[in-house]
C-alpha cells in the first residue's frame, strides 16, 4: 500500500531527526485518512509544541477512546491526571503495526540504550518523558510555592453568570484573509483534507479566443490565491474586454482579500458601471461597505443583487449577517435559511445560523448548527469558540475545554477565551488556574463584569479575601448585568469567610434578597442567611430561614443544602 510505504518514510525520518519531512509526510497521510489514529500518535512526535502534541494526542483518544499510548503520553504532558490502570507502554510486545513497520531484522537490532532510541515507539515515550519532567519541574519550580492554599471554609464551587453574560461573539468576513503561514503551531489545514470555500466562483463568462487564454490565466492565479498577479492578469483582460464585468469582480475580490478596501470599492462600482445588470458588483460593493465602516447601511445593494438574481446565495448571507449586526435575530434567519438552501454545505451559513439561535438564547439549535459548521470545515477557527461557549452554556465543562483549548492554540490574544477557560476551571474547582486565566483576560483588554466577578470567585476560594472584594465591587460598578444578583452575592462570601456574620446577613438581607427574582435565587438567598444567623447564634431566626427554604419547588434546592438543613433542624434525612 502507497499509506504504509510513506508511513514507513515518515518514521525513518523521525529516526534520522528529519522532523520536517516526517511532519510534510505524516501530514500527507492525514489528508488521505483523517481518522486514522497512529497517524496522530506519529504525528505528535514531529510537531514544534506542547500544545500540538496535546492536541494530536486528544485526537488519538477522540478516534481511540481506549488508546494506552495517546493516554500515557497526555499524562506526562500535564494534559490527563495519573491514572495507574492505564498500563505501560508495550516497548517489548510491540503491536501489529509497529512489527510491520520494523525496518531493521533482530539480528541486527542494537542493544541498551540504542535499542531503545532506535525503536519509534521508545523514541517517542523518551522525548515525551522529558517533556513531562520538563513541565513538572517548572511547575515545582516555578508555579506550586506561589499558589495560595484554599480558603478555610469557602461557598465553593460558587455559582457562575448565567448564559446572558457570556462574551458576545462576532461576526466573520466570508473569506479575508490571504494563505496561512508556517509561523507559530501547525495550521490545522495542514492535518486535514481540503476545506471547504466559502465564496464560490459565482461568475462563469464566456470570453473571446482572444482574451480566453488570459481569463484562464487570471483565474488559475485567482485560486491559487496569487493576489497581486490576479488582479495584473484580469486588468489585461478589462483592457481587452472593456465590457467585462467579471473581470472588475475578480479585481475587486482579490483587493479584498489583500484587505485593500479603497480599491476593491472601486472596482465593483466599475464593474456596476459596465453593467448595471451585474448582480454580484452590488454584492462585491455591500461587504466592502461593511469592511470598511463596520455595519454601513448595505441593504439596497443587497436588493438590488438579489432581484436581479435571485439564485445567487451570497447576498442572502450576506443579508443575514447585517441584521444579526443589527439585533434582528429573526430576520436574519429567513434569509440564512434562504442562503442554506443555495448552498446547502456552507459552513459559513451554518455559524451564521449558529449566531441567530445564540441570539435568540436557543442554546439547543445552535449546538446543532455549530457542530455542523464544524463536520463541515474543521478548520474554521470561530466556530471552536463558538461551541466552547455553548458547551459552557450547558455545563458541558470538558467539550467546553477541549473545544476553547483548540481555540486558543491558534488564536492566542482573544480576550473572551482566558475569560470562559477561567470560569470552567471555577468550576472545576482549579481556582490557581482560574486566577491565571483570568488575569490574562484583564491583560488582553477584557474588563467585564462577569470577568472581575469570575475572577473574585478564584480569589476569595484562595483565601485572597480583600482582593475578591475589591472585584466583586469593580463587577457591580460595572454595570448591573443580571441586576448584580452574583456580585452581591459575592461580596456576602466575602464577609462570611472574614467570619463576619452580621454583615454577612445584612449584605444578603439588604443587597441580595431584593434581586433574587427566582425561587432558585430565592433558595439560595435563605441558605446563606441561615448560614450567618447559625454564626452569630441566632438559631431561633436560623430555624426559620432553613424551613423556607425547604418550602420552596424541590426542584430548586441543592441536594447539599437540604441534607444541611434537615441536620440542622434534627429532621432525619430521607
Not at 281 to 296: C, D, K, L
Not at 356 to 378: C, M, R, S, T, Y
Not at 407 to 415: A, C, H, M, T
Amino acid at each position: 500500500m502507497p499509506e504504509d510505504i510513506m508511513l514507513k518514510e515518515a518514521i525513518e525520518a523521525l529516526r534520522t531527526n528529519d522532523r520536517t519531512r516526517a511532519k510534510d509526510l505524516l501530514t500527507r497521510l492525514l489528508k488521505t485518512d483523517q481518522n486514522n489514529p497512529t497517524y496522530w500518535i506519529w504525528l505528535s512526535a514531529t510537531v514544534d509544541t506542547p500544545k500540538e502534541r496535546i492536541y494530536c494526542l486528544q485526537t488519538v483518544l477522540k478516534l481511540d477512546p481506549g488508546n494506552a499510548t495517546a493516554k500515557r503520553g497526555l499524562i506526562l504532558l500535564g494534559a490527563l491526571p495519573p491514572d495507574d490502570s492505564i498500563p505501560p507502554f508495550p516497548l517489548n510486545h510491540p503491536r501489529l503495526w509497529e512489527e510491520k513497520l520494523t525496518v531493521v531484522e533482530d539480528s541486527a537490532k542494537p542493544k541498551g540504550l540504542k535499542a531503545i532510541w532506535a525503536n519509534p515507539v521508545g523514541r517517542l515515550i523518551f522525548l515525551l518523558v522529558i517533556a513531562g519532567l520538563v513541565v513538572t519541574g517548572v511547575y515545582l519550580g516555578f508555579v506550586a510555592p506561589n499558589v495560595a492554599s484554599p480558603a478555610r471554609r469557602t461557598a465553593g464551587p460558587i455559582g457562575t453568570y448565567p448564559p446572558s453574560s457570556t462574551p458576545r461573539m462576532t461576526n466573520t468576513p466570508v473569506v479575508r484573509t490571504t494563505t496561512p503561514t508556517f509561523i507559530g503551531p501547525t495550521p490545522l489545514w495542514m492535518m486535514l483534507p481540503a476545506t471547504y470555500t466559502p465564496t464560490p466562483l459565482y461568475v462563469v463568462t464566456e470570453h473571446s479566443p482572444a482574451s480566453a487564454d488570459i481569463y484562464r490565466s487570471a483565474m488559475g492565479a485567482f485560486k491559487k490565491g496569487q493576489w497581486e498577479n490576479a488582479i495584473d492578469l484580469f486588468q489585461q483582460l478589462a483592457t481587452v474586454e472593456p465590457s467585462s464585468a467579471d473581470a472588475y469582480y475578480y479585481i475587486g475580490e482579490s483587493y479584498l482579500r489583500l484587505e485593500d478596501y479603497t480599491n476593491a470599492l472601486a472596482a465593483f462600482d466599475q464593474a456596476i458601471a459596465v453593467d448595471r445588470n451585474f448582480a454580484p458588483g452590488y454584492y462585491g460593493r455591500a461587504i466592502t461597505r461593511r469592511m470598511i465602516s463596520g455595519n454601513a447601511p448595505t441593504l439596497d445593494d443587497l436588493d438590488k443583487a438579489i432581484s436581479l438574481d435571485p439564485e445567487f446565495p451570497l447576498p442572502y448571507l450576506e443579508r443575514g449577517i447585517y441584521w444579526l449586526n443589527n439585533e434582528s435575530p429573526n430576520t436574519a434567519l429567513e434569509d440564512l435559511e434562504t442562503a442554506l438552501e443555495l448552498m446547502p454545505d456552507s459552513a459559513l451559513v451554518y455559524y451564521n445560523i449558529a449566531q441567530a439561535h445564540l441570539a435568540n438564547g436557543d442554546f439547543e439549535e445552535a449546538l446543532v448548527a455549530a457542530e455542523k459548521a464544524n463536520q463541515l470545515d474543521i478548520t474554521m477557527l470561530p466556530v471552536y469558540s463558538m461551541l466552547g461557549k455553548i458547551y459552557y452554556e450547558n455545563g458541558q465543562y470538558e467539550e467546553a475545554f477541549g473545544a476553547l483549548q483548540t481555540y486558543n492554540l491558534y488564536v492566542e490574544d482573544d480576550p473572551d477565551v482566558p475569560y470562559m477557560l477561567g470560569a470552567i476551571y471555577n468550576q472545576q474547582g482549579k481556582y490557581a488556574e482560574s486566577l491565571q486565566a483570568l488575569n490574562s483576560a484583564v491583560e488582553l483588554g477584557n474588563k467585564t463584569a462577569p470577568v472581575y466577578y469570575q475572577r473574585g470567585i478564584a480569589y476569595l476560594n484562595l483565601s485572597e479575601l480583600d482582593l475578591a472584594e475589591k472585584d466583586f465591587n469593580r463587577s457591580l460598578g460595572l454595570g448591573r448585568i443580571n441586576h448584580d444578583y452574583y456580585p452581591a452575592l459575592g461580596l456576602a462570601w466575602v464577609e462570611y469567610a472574614k467570619e463576619k456574620y452580621g454583615n454577612t446577613y445584612v449584605q444578603v438581607q439588604q443587597q441580595v434578597r431584593p434581586l433574587a427574582t427566582t425561587d432558585a435565587r430565592l433558595a439560595e438567598t435563605n441558605y446563606w442567611a441561615a448560614r450567618a444567623l447559625e454564626g452569630m447564634d441566632r438559631h431561633d431566626l436560623a430555624i426559620r430561614y432553613w424551613n423556607e427554604m425547604l418550602a420552596l419547588p424541590d426542584e430548586v434546592i441543592k441536594e447539599e443544602w437540604r441534607a444541611e438543613a434537615l441536620q440542622y433542624l434534627g429532621t432525619p434525612t430521607p
